[in-house]
Structures are given as C-alpha cells and as structure tokens.
C-alpha cells in the first residue's frame, strides 16, 4: 500500500479478483485513525500516529470463500518544524526567559542556536533561551532543532536588547587631536571645547559622530562650554580679559569679559534658573562668577 502521513488524510482502495462479487472487506492491525469500509474495500481515515504497520486485509465473496493478504503501510511522522513565530525582545543586564517550541518529527528533540547576544543561551534538551544579555543592539540568532531521526530544520528570528545610554561606548574621530576639555548640547548641536590647538580649539556636531573644527574667539585654554537661554558659554583657564567667550550658535564666538580675568583660573560653567555659573581654581574671596 502506498505510504501516508502522520495527521494527513489517507484513502487507498484494496483491489481483488476473481470468485463471486459482492465482497466483503475487513481488516486486522490498521494504524489508529483508519478504517476499511467492508463494502468497497477502501481503507481511509486520517492517522494519529506514525511508523510501519503490516496490514492484514481479510476478502469473502459471495460463496464465503476468503482469503487474506498482509501488506505494509508506511506512516512518516508530521514534518519537523518550529512552531515558534516569534521571539521577545529583551533588556540589557535584566533576566530573560522565553521557550522555543517544535512539532512532528519524532521526539526527543535536540536544540541548538548560533548567533544569540552575549549572555543568553540555549537548552538543547528543553529549547529554553534564557540568561541575561550583557550586550546592546538587534540580534538575528538561528535556532536549529533537530529530532531523534536527526532530522534537521532551522529559523532564524530577530531579538532586539536596547543599548542603555551611558553604557556601551563607540569610538569617533574627532575634528582634530587637541586637549578637548568639555563637551555640551544645545540648539540640536554638540559643542566642545579644548585646551589646546591653533585657531581649532572648539569643534561642533549635529549628531556627536561627525565633528567640525570651529574657531574659538581666543587660543586660550577652554575648560569647559554649556548651553542655556539660546547661548553657549565657555569658560577659560587662562587668558588676558578674555577668559570668557559666547556664541548663538556654536560656530561664531565672541570674547565676553570675565571679573578677576588676569588671575582666576575658570574651571567650569553650567546654567540653570535663568543663571549661569563660572567657578575658579584660583583666586581670593572670588572664585564663583556669575551672569546675568
């Protein structure tokens, strides 16, 4: 008899000849799922299992004379896939748990993946992701299942591990190699500043990854730039009345007068309530300033 699946509809017809018609069929041994109409001698059903069964079909005729003949069938099993559509999405340094599922094949089955973050891996008895991603960024790992046929089937899925600001750092190349001191964002644009260099001692950038050298108001030694009410202000270590500079817009500065500027040391600058704050390194009774 022909071979048939596992879960699949199967309808075969037993052919004889000879002796008295009208027939009748039976039949021992058939997998669960099918049956054999005694009229017409159609063995049909759906099978609920799977393997190699031998058949044995019993025919009388008319007169009652009978005979029988065994006959094989094959029964494959359904068709190993995993049923799994989809997988989370996860969160760095936090536990994730998520179970890979198959169908048909035949059991026990046997997992493996290539490609998962750093961190996670999987159970090849159970199919389980699990552990805690240490990385950042989307991942395309392939899951690959095999079962005790060594059938094999593979998928590839998409896990997303959003990278935590501050964490994960990327190397960028700077507009030139000066002692860049500080760096602020304001107005869509990120500004730093530096300590040395020749007419490039500020440089700007509209996504922090591409720099452009600007030209400071002063070759003095910028320790630190910030942003606030529509003005970046920069504040110098050393200098001759011009320790101070602003721009509008990170590109065109402009020399500001500092008090004590011949002798303070100006360190850092912030803004905050309508204020910007400057405070020294050097200076007597006067290392704070402020504006307006």
Partial sequence: MPDGQQNSSYSQTIQVTGGTPNYTYSAANLPSGLSIDANTGVISGTPSTYGTFRVTILVKDFRNVEVSKTLSIVLEPIILAISTSSLPNGAYNT???QTITGTGGVTPYTWSATGLPSGLSINSDTGIISGTPTVGGTFN???TLNDSRN?????????NIPIPLGIQWTIRQSAADNDWYSVCYGNGLFVAVAYSGTGNRV????????WTSRTSAANNMW???CYGNGLFVAVAYSGTGNRVMTSPDGINWTIRQSVANNYNQW???????GLFVAVASSGIGNRVMTSP
């Fill in 95 to 97: 536990a994730y748990n």
């Fill in 141 to 143: 790992p392939t899951i």
């Fill in 151 to 159: 059938v094999e089937v593979s998928k590839t899925f998409s896990i």
């Fill in 203 to 210: 440089m700007t950038s509209p996504d922090g990854i591409n």
């Fill in 223 to 225: 320790q630190s730039v």
């Fill in 267 to 273: 360190y850092s600058v912030c803004y905050g309530n």
